[in-house]
């Protein structure tokens, strides 16, 4: 069975720091990309950050870039997501997804369930 279980969400003061975990399992982990995306209420669901667990590249929006850092630790299959300097408008539920095209070209993409980010101002 393939999960995906993200942690580390909470309420926190403009300024401070969480680190969300995404700890994955029931498929080949190295072979996918994982990456974070948020919902807040009434906004379309945005693209955060993304991590090719094979290579460690890295991908962040503008909105994130310089306060959030997201790494892997595939010993774990656990993927991280350390936000720091954290604003109001980062307020959302936060998910975690995973995406890979198998070598027989199937999509394969899954998500978690959602942690839920909250910052006060």
């Known amino acids: 069975e393939v999960q995906l279980v993200e942690s580390g969400g909470g309420l926190v003061q403009a300024g401070g720091s969480l680190r969300l975990s995404c700890a994955a399992s029931g498929f080949a982990f190295d072979d996918y990309a994982i990456a974070w995306f948020r919902q807040a209420p009434g906004k379309e669901r945005e693209g955060v950050s993304c991590i090719t667990t094979r290579r460690g590249n890295t991908f962040y929006t503008d909105s994130v870039k310089g306060r959030f850092t997201i790494s892997s630790d595939n010993a774990k299959n656990t993927v991280y997501l350390q936000m720091n300097s954290l604003k109001p408008e980062d307020t959302a539920v936060y998910y975690c997804?995973?995406?890979?095209?198998?070598?027989?070209?199937?999509?394969?993409?899954?998500w978690g369930q959602g942690t839920q980010v909250t910052v006060s101002s």
């Open positions: 997804h995973a995406e890979a095209i198998t070598t027989a070209r199937v999509w394969n993409n899954y």
